[in-house]
């Protein structure tokens, strides 16, 4: 009776697995004050333990490893994705339904095309508001209207994009009035003359989300079909003559496949830049009864442009087994990232809610390296334009919402809402972290910043 222990246990000298133990228990925000405690807590305070559990509550999904090149510890690859959890969004209106969006290599430049034969261009330059959270930008735009430039014909603009140096602006177009097989045809205007037409390719073949692509600065690659034999043609064409400048490499589809149209097209370079790799994802005109088929072939770069015909290899045939909803090159163009939906459970009234899952492939090998579990979406089409960049996916929905995935730990991410229709195009900045643009059926392109985080608000003082 009496007696006093003499406790020398206090806050300064717990152990540090004990002290992390606790940390794991707050929340983020209240983890991020502990910074400013002391120098010791700091440190614990961004223990990968804590981290890691932290992300496996934020996302409902428990990490296996860290994936993003830029991030060496789980507070950074907490921060990476939490940096989605608010955007500025910034609206310009279009004279029609927006169907594509991209910006050009150098970021100084974003495009729009809309089916109303038209598209836009804008400068983009950054307003300087001292202030993060409130990034804006000066979009300065330059209309083109085919009907306006004397074209004669009921055209719908389809994808833009830009020339490796920025400089060219490749427009394709469908004439409503000809055969779908005759009736695409690709512009090219120059943006550094005010976007003078420099050329005009008839006779093109693409389906509404081929992309027209790019070799090199001066020429671009569009595919040409025989819908009798099966037979379709992968070409180049110079930017500023209306010649064909040689042949790629062409393909039988098949007998049993009638060629209705590409469904998607890419062109980049591989291997030390000796070699061109195209890629073809085909759609048959029983589309909705059999799966697409990836077609992959290399080209060797070193070919004189005047030479009429190259020597591809034999062409390597992947038989998806899929509908490819939609699908692009990572910036690095080290993966091929396809979205896509199961073709044996798609009816053929109506896509519907449907599993949307993510391939991912070696645009070398044709090899694929991982498949991820996504969503659902409500689409109403059969393809749609992917975002993608080094870490994320972003698609849009049927409601308005365009959803951003995580390749790495396949979670998603965010929800951008604000469109009143279906959003048909998604393009990420090349040099402006976070920066998304959008264009959808509701005659708008949304710019989209994320804005600031929890590290924006927290002084880590030590």
Request: charged share 20%.
């Amino acid at each position: 009776h009496g007696y006093v222990m003499n406790c020398s246990v206090s806050w300064e000298n717990l152990p540090a697995p004990i002290l992390i133990h606790v940390l794991s228990s707050l929340d983020p925000r209240s983890v991020l004050r502990v910074f400013r405690v002391c120098r010791r807590w700091s440190s614990l305070a961004q223990d990968n333990s804590v981290w890691r559990r932290l992300f496996a509550t934020r996302w409902k999904k428990r990490p296996e490893r860290l994936c993003s090149k830029r991030c060496a510890t789980w507070m950074e690859e907490y921060k990476r994705l939490e940096a989605f959890s608010s955007f500025n969004c910034q609206t310009v209106e279009v004279d029609g339904e927006g169907w594509f969006v991209t910006f050009s290599p150098d970021g100084k430049k974003m495009a729009s095309s809309t089916r109303a034969g038209s598209a836009f261009v804008w400068s983009i330059r950054t307003k300087s508001t001292g202030c993060k959270s409130s990034v804006d930008y000066d979009l300065e735009h330059l209309r083109l209207s085919l009907q306006e430039r004397g074209i004669s014909g009921n055209y719908e603009c389809y994808v833009c994009c830009f020339s490796p140096d920025s400089r060219y602006l490749l427009l394709t177009a469908v004439n409503a009035e000809l055969p779908v097989h005759v009736a695409g045809t690709a512009f090219v205007f120059d943006a550094n003359a005010g976007m003078k037409q420099v050329n005009i390719i008839d006779n093109l073949v693409f389906h509404l989300t081929s992309s027209m692509a790019w070799v090199n600065c001066n020429n671009f690659v569009g595919c040409q079909s025989d819908p009798l034999q099966q037979i379709i043609t992968v070409n180049a064409y110079s930017a500023t003559s209306a010649r064909k400048t040689k042949q790629l490499c062409s393909f039988d589809c098949g007998p049993s496949r009638v060629v209705q149209s590409v469904a998607h097209l890419r062109v980049y370079i591989v291997e030390g830049s000796r070699w061109y790799r195209v890629l073809v994802v085909v759609c048959s005109e029983q589309a909705k009864l059999s799966p697409h088929q990836l077609w992959g072939f290399k080209v060797p770069i070193n070919s004189s442009m005047c030479q009429r015909r190259v020597l591809a290899d034999s062409g390597v045939l992947v038989d998806l087994d899929c509908f490819v909803c939609g699908m692009d090159l990572t910036p690095s163009h080290d993966r091929l990232v396809m979205a896509c939906t199961s073709w044996s459970k798609i009816s053929n009234e109506s896509l519907g809610l449907r599993d949307v899952y993510v391939r991912i492939i070696d645009p070398l090998q044709l090899t694929c390296l991982q498949s991820l579990s996504c969503c659902q979406l409500v689409l109403r089409q059969w393809q749609l334009f992917v975002g993608v960049n080094e870490d994320y996916l972003s698609c849009g929905d049927e409601s308005g919402t365009v959803i951003v995935w995580d390749l790495c730990h396949a979670v998603k991410v965010c929800e951008l809402k604000g469109h009143e229709d279906f959003p048909n195009a998604v393009a990420w900045h090349p040099t402006i972290p976070g920066l998304v643009a959008t264009v959808s059926d509701d005659h708008s392109v949304r710019l989209w910043q994320t804005k600031g985080t929890l590290w924006d608000t927290a002084t880590t003082g030590y």
